[in-house]
């Protein structure tokens, strides 16, 4: 009996990878916020380049954090996203920056219009690689960062970024702060945790929420599940 148990679970786990299409938008860092606009994020320099060149164009907004070692984030149709949308966009900019390496509770994050964006930099001034010139004004916001991963089961993946979008997409999540777990530990217990939480779906769940895909969504540096 546990032979044809075992087998059918493959067969299972099987048809989800064949059914399941990953988006482009899911090779980089991404959420998508609890008004439904896509927030993209670069995953490194190299990243952060390809999302600004490939995929910045005129009616987004980019955000950055104000201290270095953060993802270029750009939220689609940034411009004509509501205010929650933009404070959720620069929440994810701030929570993956180096601020939550550095056990920093909050910070302030910059957005600007996409024509502000460029890689031409000043006169006798270098521009390191994934970094980019602003110009114009800059719009500020001081945030708080937080960030939560869940599961959702209707689209068959993993999904993290502010709690306020993870809780109104996900069937399951957990919330995450600041701690001192570093992220191959702690992405075991995230998906143990998802499994305890689905508990007639745990099966499904631990298909999905495997540690390979809750790291993609993890900060930078250490953290742990808030109780």
């Known amino acids: 009996m546990e032979e044809v148990e075992d087998r059918l679970q493959k067969k299972f786990v099987y ?24 927030v993209i994020g670069g995953r490194n320099a190299e990243m952060n380049e390809e999302i600004v060149s490939k995929h910045l164009e005129s009616k987004d907004l980019f955000f950055h954090t104000q201290t270095p070692g953060a993802p270029a984030t750009i939220l689609k149709m940034g411009q004509s996203a509501p205010e929650n949308s933009i404070r959720e966009a620069a929440v994810f900019a701030a929570s993956y920056s180096s601020l939550w390496k550095e056990g920093k509770y ?4 910059y957005y600007v219009k996409a024509e502000q964006v460029s890689k031409a930099a000043k006169p006798r ?6 970094s ?8 500020y916001l001081t945030v708080e960062l937080n960030c939560a991963i869940g599961v959702d089961l209707s689209k068959l993946r993993v999904i993290g970024g502010p709690k306020t979008a993870v809780e109104k997409y996900a069937d399951y999540f957990v919330e995450l702060e600041i701690g ?12 143990d945790k998802l499994a305890e939480l689905a508990r007639d779906e745990k099966h499904i769940v631990r298909t999905i929420a495997t540690p390979d895909e809750i790291m993609k969504f993890l900060p930078p540096g250490k953290s742990r599940i808030k109780v």
């Open 132 to 139: 980019f010139y602003i110009t114009g004004k800059r719009s």
């Open 15 to 38: 048809s989800l990878r064949v059914r399941r299409k990953r988006e482009w938008y899911e090779q980089y860092r991404w959420f998508i916020t609890s008004d439904g606009y896509l």
């Open 180 to 191: 001192g777990k570093d992220p191959n530990e702690l992405s075991i217990e995230i998906a």
């Open 125 to 130: 001034e270098y521009l390191p690689k994934g």
């Open 106 to 109: 909050s910070g302030e994050v």
